[in-house]
């Protein structure tokens, strides 16, 4: 799967983002979280066709996220969400970093726990995540304290930046499933080749709060985590 690309013919049916960080102002459609010390997000001066850049600081547990200002998306039934991030980082300091894209709502300081706990217990939403100590992409679907947590098979991070992608299809008026990709194809799970080897969970969302879309960086040890975020594109049926 590319990079999403509008469907002419959904237009008047689906709403859409798609920004490729060309520019930036903090609070409009993207609210920036960096309160620790020597943490920032901010474009990059150099980014050739524009790139948003989550710099951790230098001390262990150290954050930064970026998230939609409002939440904007709900997951109802027959509506289709697509939501996609092309990012790369490299790590800092051997396997430390902690990394996740996603839904999620009220997003905050530690939705990435210290010290490579993953994510937040209580929470509305879909994830892609790498915590510290890990190699692998991590996928989450959650709805409060109910969390289905599935390890992949594919290397996080690394040289090359990875295109990360969450589908959630609704199949009835109760449950959706959700679906975990990166550069176009499906995760596999690690503990279930037999059965199913891809990762899909199937989420019961009648109590499911709104969402909105974020990337979140956390340091894993004394040294500088720097994340680029190449794009963010999201369509869902309105």
């Not at 959904?10 to 409009?28: H, N, V, Y």
């Not at 954050?63 to 039934?77: G, K, P, Q, R």
């Not at 176009?184 to 279930?192: F, K, P, S």
Request: hydrophobic share 40%; charged share 20%; glycine share 8%.
């Amino acid at each position: 799967m590319g990079k999403l690309t509008r469907d002419r013919s959904l237009l008047g049916d689906q709403f859409e983002i798609a920004d490729d960080f060309l520019g930036f102002t903090d609070a409009q459609l993207w609210t920036i979280l960096d309160a620790d010390t020597a943490a920032t997000v901010a474009i990059d001066a150099d980014g050739v066709g524009g790139v948003l850049l989550l710099t951790t600081g230098a001390t262990d547990n150290n954050e930064c996220n970026v998230h939609s200002t409002n939440e904007l998306f709900d997951i109802v039934a027959d509506k289709e969400i697509n939501i996609e991030c092309r990012l790369q980082y490299a790590e800092a300091a051997t396997d430390d970093a902690n990394v996740a894209f996603g839904l999620i709502n009220a997003p905050a300081a530690n939705d990435l726990i210290d010290d490579g706990a993953g994510m937040r217990a209580n929470y509305s939403g879909a994830v892609i995540f790498k915590v510290d100590g890990g190699t692998v992409w991590k996928c989450e679907s959650s709805i409060a304290t109910t969390q289905v947590t599935s390890t992949s098979k594919t290397t996080a991070g690394g040289a090359t930046a990875q295109t990360l992608r969450i589908r959630i299809l609704p199949r009835s008026s109760t449950e959706a499933d959700v679906l975990f990709y990166v550069d176009g194809a499906q995760l596999e799970d690690t503990n279930n080749d037999a059965g199913q080897p891809f990762i899909r969970h199937t989420l019961t969302y009648t109590s499911i709060t709104e969402m909105s879309l974020f990337v979140a960086a956390k340091a894993g040890g004394a040294t500088s985590e720097v994340i680029s975020v190449d794009y963010i594109a999201a369509q869902a049926t309105r």
